[in-house]
């Protein structure tokens, strides 16, 4: 299984400028503090954004890879489910970059990150 399916992301709103995932926070996902390793925080906001694209372009129609991501760190993530918001700032013929936030199961912001991905 590739990890992106080991995550386990579901898409659970689309909205006209993105998506809204959620994660399941299982005990692997987990850094020695008992908190969610930021690895997977990364990776979340790196699937929320390729989930906008392919939601926004029709999935399979265009294959991407990312170029570029960064995330500001704001507070650990603990609990059950971890959730991801996705807007697209711009939808391009060669790049697109969105704009993630993070949030624990009590809606407190944990992250915040931009992620550029180019169409191949």
């Given amino acids: 299984m590739s990890f992106e399916h080991a995550l386990n ?11 809204t995932v959620e994660f399941d926070l299982l005990p692997g996902w987990l850094n020695s503090h008992g908190v969610m390793h930021g690895g997977i925080t990364a990776s979340i906001a790196d699937e929320a954004a390729w989930h906008a694209i392919e939601t926004h372009f029709g999935y399979g129609s265009r294959k991407s890879t990312t170029t570029e991501l960064k ?5 650990p993530i603990a609990g059950n ?3 991801a918001r996705a807007r697209l ?3 391009g013929k060669t790049l697109c970059v969105a704009q993630i936030e993070i949030s624990d199961d009590q809606k407190n912001l944990a992250a915040i990150a931009i992620v550029t991905y180019m169409l191949l």
């Fill in 9 to 19: 992301l579901r898409v659970i709103e689309k909205h006209s400028d993105g998506v």
């Fill in 81 to 83: 489910t971890v959730s």
């Fill in 71 to 75: 995330v500001n760190y704001l507070r």
């Fill in 89 to 91: 700032v711009r939808a």
